[in-house]
């Protein structure tokens, strides 16, 4: 049985597999797209044997899972795909409705922090279908990720404050901040060693591919949307997608402060797989 991987619809991943299209590697593996809400919820009941998921969907189920070493995709800085639209500055938002995405818990508990600990205040937060336009008819601010986010700043209102949350985050902590991690499901990854090596050597390999050829990326990409590929180059520069020692650090401090606001049970170990 091929390997089940989960692969997230956004453009921020394109990078990541753009290298196993090319090598056809996709050939020895079942890829399963979805959001990060879906490949959570699809590892967890056994239906993924590993997948990128929200970082704070491995602190809530840490017991099954062990980590893919070496891949992330994190940001040291601006993200430039989890935005906060706001029709007043920030810090004018306590108390005031706030419309979060109902695509990723790890961005919704991001936000939660940064207003709770970097601003201290605590707005009136909804969840809502991603589209910034309906969000804003009920909300004063509304927080968007992944291509929405991307799409919406592209054309945004320039009456709007825009707030890169990764910014936000680096501003507040002085860490990078990991938003999606590689989980593998413990007990298939103690059955199947060769095969997570593997997967993991070709998608790193992927990733230095990309790199490498980043406006061909770019202009792959480009032609499923509608800005250029100027757009996505900056974009893709921006990202990172390994798992080092300060992305390590940075994802810790993120799950002591989700702990302190109770929106997480424990602060989890980091289990990284040695390979």
């Known amino acids: 049985m091929r390997p089940r991987v989960g692969h997230i619809q956004f453009i921020n991943c394109f990078p990541l597999f753009y290298g196993l299209i090319e090598k056809k590697f996709l050939l020895d593996i079942d890829l399963i797209k979805g959001n990060p809400t879906d490949l959570n919820r699809m590892l967890y009941k ?3 044997d590993l997948a ?4 704070i969907a491995y602190a809530r189920n840490y017991q099954d899972y062990i980590l893919m070493p070496d891949i992330s995709v994190s940001a040291d800085g601006n993200v430039k795909s989890i935005y906060l639209f706001s029709k007043v500055p920030i810090d004018q938002l306590d108390r005031r409705k706030v419309a979060l995405t109902n695509i990723s ?17 605590v707005p009136d937060y909804f969840t809502s279908a991603p589209e910034l336009g309906a969000m804003l008819l009920e909300a004063d601010a509304a927080l968007l990720i992944g291509d929405d986010a991307l799409r919406a700043k592209y054309h945004h209102d320039s009456h709007l404050y825009v707030y890169d949350l ?4 680096k501003k507040m902590t002085g860490k990078p901040m990991v938003f999606a991690v590689w989980a593998i499901r413990e007990d298939y990854a103690e ?7 593997k997967i993991r050597d070709t998608f790193t390999d992927s990733i230095r591919l990309s790199l490498e050829q980043i406006e061909t990326v770019a202009a792959k990409a480009a ?11 900056d974009y893709f520069r921006t990202l990172r997608f ?4 300060s992305k390590q650090e940075g994802l810790m401090e993120y799950y002591r402060e989700a702990y302190n606001l109770g929106l997480v049970d424990s602060v989890p170990p980091l289990k990284i797989m040695d390979i």
Do not use: C
Request: glycine share 4%.
């Open 105 to 121: 818990a790890t961005s919704v508990a991001l936000l939660r922090i940064i207003m709770a600990r970097g601003y201290n205040i």
């Open 46 to 48: 056994n239906l993924l």
């Open 52 to 55: 990128p998921i929200p970082s």
């Open 223 to 233: 032609e499923w949307e509608d800005f250029p590929p100027e757009y996505l180059v």
């Open 166 to 169: 990764g910014q936000e985050w």
């Open 191 to 197: 059955k199947h060693r060769q095969d997570i090596i």
């Open 242 to 245: 390994d798992f080092d020692h």
